[in-house]
């Protein structure tokens, strides 16, 4: 498969690893739908690309942290697009204090989690439509620390955390995002659409946003040439288009000599992966059913 000609719906392009591999995706020819909190700002991500290549590219804006705006964001994409060849769900968020959506819901699993199931859930029947549709779910090696990690209390845990406890947060968040690909693998074993999630490394662009210092490390990082985001750019964008990848599904790729690994626990246990998908469900048709 490559990106020539192909659909391609990328979330979080508006900076960072998103930013790095939509430009490397319109340089391929791609057609590209950003899904993006700020349509501003994905306006001028478009705007940017079409200063190097003719970019066909459209904006659907959407909080990512309602899953009843993923939902209606997706819908309004399959309105308009009967085929999809790619959802890359790059979009994520480490935040450093406890923060609930309006939703009453953790934030980092509302937008690390949430929002790519519910997108990937809406999409499916277009990416179906397509002769090999692929979904690509940025995970991190961060949920090998996650703490203590009980379904179905991790979707909902609004107990309070401070910055040193925000890593294992982050890390259920992922971990999250990695049984969820396994998950959706097996259940797509049969149909033309392969599911693969993958860990883009370390990475400086948006390291700690919500740390005062961020900046400043970033820039030492940069000027040390540590943590060069177009690597983990780089492989999100094989796993979306590149033909080594060709049929291959329920695969975490890291960035790291592009080795697939195997993931933390219970990532890897089916029935934890089932039980992880009906508590998700259960939570969402709750949401769908609570008044505005």
């Given amino acids: 498969m490559t990106a020539t000609a192909s659909t391609i719906v990328v979330t979080g392009a508006t900076s960072g690893l ?26 001028q991500t478009i705007s940017s690309l079409r200063e190097s290549v003719p970019v066909e590219a459209e904006v659907v804006p959407a909080d990512l942290a309602r899953p009843g705006d ?26 450093f204090e406890t923060r609930l959506t309006v939703d009453g819901l953790p934030e980092m699993v509302a937008v690390n989690y949430l929002a790519p199931f519910v997108l990937t ?8 439509r397509s002769p090999a549709g692929r979904v690509v779910n940025v995970a991190s090696e961060a949920s090998r620390r996650h703490g203590d990690f009980r ?39 049969d149909t033309t659409v392969t599911a693969n999630c ?5 990475n400086v662009t948006g390291l700690g946003r919500e740390l005062p210092f961020a900046a400043g490390l970033e820039r030492v990082l940069r000027t040390l040439r540590i943590g060069d985001p177009a690597r983990g750019a780089g492989l999100i964008v094989d796993l979306a288009t590149a033909a080594r990848y060709d049929g291959r599904t329920g695969l975490y790729v890291t960035e790291k000599s592009r ?34």
Avoid: C
Wanted: charged share 25%; aromatic share 4%; net charge negative.
């Fill in 18 to 43: 998103g930013a790095l591999a939509a430009a490397s995706l319109a340089a391929e020819g791609a057609r590209l739908i950003l899904v993006a909190r700020s349509a501003q700002r994905a306006e």
């Fill in 70 to 95: 993923v939902r209606r964001a997706g819908e309004e994409i399959r309105s308009r697009h009967d085929r999809i060849d790619v959802l890359i769900n790059n979009a994520g968020l480490h935040a």
């Fill in 121 to 128: 859930r809406e999409l499916l029947p277009s990416l179906l």
């Fill in 151 to 189: 379904i179905p209390e991790v979707l909902t845990d609004t107990s309070p955390f401070t910055a040193r406890g925000s890593s294992e947060r982050y890390g259920q968040s992922k971990l999250l995002d990695i049984m969820f690909t396994l998950a959706l693998a097996r259940r797509l074993a």
């Fill in 198 to 202: 993958v860990d883009p490394g370390f």
């Fill in 259 to 292: 080795r697939e690994l195997t993931p933390a626990d219970p990532a890897t246990d089916t029935s934890t992966q089932d039980e992880l998908w009906e508590s998700t469900e259960h939570l969402l048709a709750g949401l769908s059913e609570s008044p505005a």
